[in-house]
């Protein structure tokens, strides 16, 4: 299906206190962070998708960190209860604008399921068993979106995504540490270098891959494979342990 829009919500006042261990955590620059989260937003422009835009949530500093807050999957949204318990409040205003497109619903204690741990395929999803999500937050999103779902557990990671992610064409990109999951069994996987880790996270959008800025040898890697790359600069994010999935819900 193609996609049509993405819901976004830029960096709040408190941004700089996000939840992070990365070490650069203390130079987050706001003005730097709103200028890179504008020109995200206008990459996904120049792709063809609608922007619906949330105002900055000044009370939750990880806000604009949309995609945790909810699953989409056809025509259904999972809106999510999320394991970081300091986040919960961000997915109302999220809510509120998806039900203008989706048919959604809550998941409920005790689960706990965040978006950033699932990643989409046409025919299933695959989802990591985390810090922020466990087993009953994956059986309650496979029930709701009624979707087959595939899990990789590790409760060492924040997110699966940080480490795994779908470029389309049975293709996915990956960490060392996750290229022969069973999960991906029969695809093709491009390895990341590992001091370029942090390229594992990308999104694909209609063929083209976004990917971050200065990971030249894994762009390099994702082009040979025959994929369309676009660099994107959210250096920012990566110091709030975010990425570029991590700033839109794509539908």
Sequence with gaps: ??????????????????????PLRNTVDLDKARKQHSAYLSTLTDIGLDIILLPPDDTHPDACFVEDCAVVYGSKALITRMGATSRRGEEDAVEAALKDHLITKRADAPATVEGGDVVHLSDRLICGLSQRTNAEGVRQMSDWLEAKVDVIRDDAMMHLKSHLT???????????????????????????????????????IDGTVLMPAGRKESQSLVKRAGFRVMPVEVSEFEKCDGALTCLSIIF
């Design 166 to 204: 779908y470029l389309g064409q049975e293709t996915f990109i990956s960490t060392k540490k996750y290229a022969d999951h069973p999960a991906l069994e029969g695809m093709k996987v491009i390895v990341v270098p590992k001091d370029e880790e942090y390229a594992a996270d990308t999104l694909t």
């Design 1 to 22: 299906m193609k996609c049509k829009r993405a819901l976004v919500r830029p960096p709040g006042n408190n941004y700089s206190k996000c939840l992070s261990c990365h």
